[in-house]
């Protein structure tokens, strides 16, 4: 089972994903960008590198994604695999510059699509207070509105996959969203 979990920066993600591992510790936990050896380069690449161009900042992630498909999705198919991020990222971020988005993302992901995805969803404000509390990436740099189109995005992208769906608030108690996710992937 090939569960992701996907929402804009600051939502939870990564720590529903940490309560996750002692319940399934013979799950594989993995990232994109960074799931793959030379992936954690390729993700120091992109958020630490100021100013790339749209093109550069989109191939670096699609190269990452091939890589993180054979070395850790492949090889463990027939496992379940927790994944922070994935092509559903891909294509939301690329949807409002590059309409093909889609059709790259599944190429190298050679059409593997997730069994369930967990989206993350955050209001405006609550955004804003925990952006306020962290050192920023270049992404998370790009703003508030930026991240709120993403989310958009993320939602648009979610609702055409043909896989069982969660919608989660992020602003609920952390143990309350837990055991939403719990539920959704027993």
């Known amino acids: 089972m090939y569960v992701v979990f996907e929402g804009i920066d600051t939502c939870g993600k990564s720590t ?14 993995t990232k994109e960008p960074g799931g793959s050896k030379i992936g954690t380069k390729i993700r ?3 958020l630490m590198t100021k100013n790339l161009d749209f093109y550069t900042e989109f191939f670096l992630f699609l190269a990452d994604r091939a890589q993180h498909y ?9 496992k379940k695999i927790f994944a922070d991020r994935s092509f559903v ?6 949807k409002d510059k590059m309409k093909e988005s889609w059709e790259y993302n599944l190429f190298v992901m050679r059409d593997m699509l997730p069994d369930k995805v967990v989206l993350f969803y955050i209001d405006r404000e609550n ?9 920023h990436d270049v992404i998370e740099q790009r703003g508030v509105d930026y991240l709120m189109k993403i989310q958009d995005n993320l939602l648009e992208v979610v609702e055409k996959l043909d896989c069982k769906k969660l919608l989660i608030d992020a602003t609920k108690p952390r143990d309350f ?5 719990l539920k959704f992937i027993i």
Not at 89 to 94: C, E, K, Q
């Open 16 to 29: 529903q994903i940490e309560l996750l591992k002692p319940i399934f510790p013979d799950a594989i936990f």
């Open 44 to 46: 120091e690449i992109i």
């Open 70 to 78: 054979k070395e850790v999705l492949l090889p463990n198919k027939d």
């Open 89 to 94: 990222s891909g294509i939301a971020y690329a």
């Open 127 to 135: 955004l804003k207070e925990r952006i306020l509390q962290k050192d």
């Open 177 to 181: 969203i837990h055991q939403q996710i």
